[in-house]
T-cell receptor
Framework: LAKTTQPISMDSYEGQEVNITCSHN???????ITWYQQFPSQGPRFIIQ???TKVTNEVASLFIPADRKSSTLSLPRVSLSDTAVYYC????FGAGSYQLTFGKGTKLSVIP | KAGVTQTPRYLIKTRGQQVTLSCSPI?????VSWYQQTPGQGLQFLFE???????NKGNFPGRFSGRQFSNSRSEMNVSTLELGDSALYLC??????????????FGPGTRLLVL
């Protein structure tokens, strides 16, 4: 799995849009980008996955530039319940490739 | 559809004892992976089972072992517990379908405290 770099922590006020950027300079052609969210003492929860350009679901958007060396997770109008650690993972997540390598993640604190 | 379940949720053991943790994957999922999470080391991959066979293994000592049953349920065993084994143990399941990018679904974890 490609090494990723993301900010250790971020603060945001409620109602704001939050963008968390992840750098992955060594991303391979077959690699996808996946983001997980984890609350204290719970298992990580899948948020979004993408390969290129933009992916959007009911929770977040993922922006991936053409060179794919970075990606940005966008959380619209965050609330206090979005306070969590967000992990960016890069790799080939095909069948049999389940050795997920989690970095330190980004601790997002949402302030009222 | 029910999510990944893990039992027990909390466990206290003493050094030298052994412990068995259980994981029931999402119905239809055939792959089960185990992870250890500690404040110092973060989330680390232990091993993955598919069709009752260990398919991937992380860098943990042989005291950590696991198995998978025919119904895809999995157990993880840690023998001769050490203080450093205190952690949140997470189980994750996936469909494991060739040609697809997979999503792993995590359970709530088992919090193990070794005294």
């Amino acid at each position: 799995l490609a090494k990723t770099t993301q900010p250790i922590s971020m603060d945001s006020y409620e109602g704001q849009e939050v963008n968390i950027t992840c750098s992955h300079n060594n991303i391979a052609t077959n690699d996808y980008i996946t983001w997980y969210q984890q609350f204290p003492s719970q298992g990580p929860r899948f948020i979004i996955q993408g390969y290129k350009t933009k992916v959007t679901n009911e929770v977040a958007s993922l922006f991936i530039p053409a060179d794919r060396k970075s990606s940005t997770l966008s959380l619209p109008r965050v609330s206090l319940s979005d306070t969590a650690v967000y992990y960016c993972l890069v790799g080939d997540f095909g069948a049999g490739s389940y050795q997920l390598t989690f970095g330190k993640g980004t601790k997002l604190s949402v302030i009222p | 559809k029910a999510g990944v379940t893990q039992t027990p949720r909390y466990l206290i053991k003493t050094r030298g004892q052994q412990v068995t943790l259980s994981c029931s994957p999402i119905s239809g999922h055939r792959s089960v992976s185990w992870y250890q999470q500690t404040p110092g080391q973060g989330l680390q991959f232990l091993f993955e089972y598919f069709s009752e066979t260990q398919r991937n293994k992380g860098n943990f000592p042989g005291r950590f072992s696991g198995r998978q049953f025919s119904n895809s349920r999995s157990e993880m065993n840690v023998s001769t517990l050490e203080l450093g084994d205190s952690a949140l143990y997470l189980c994750a399941s996936s469909l494991s379908v060739a040609g697809r990018q997979e999503t792993q679904y995590f359970g709530p974890g088992t919090r193990l405290l070794v005294l």
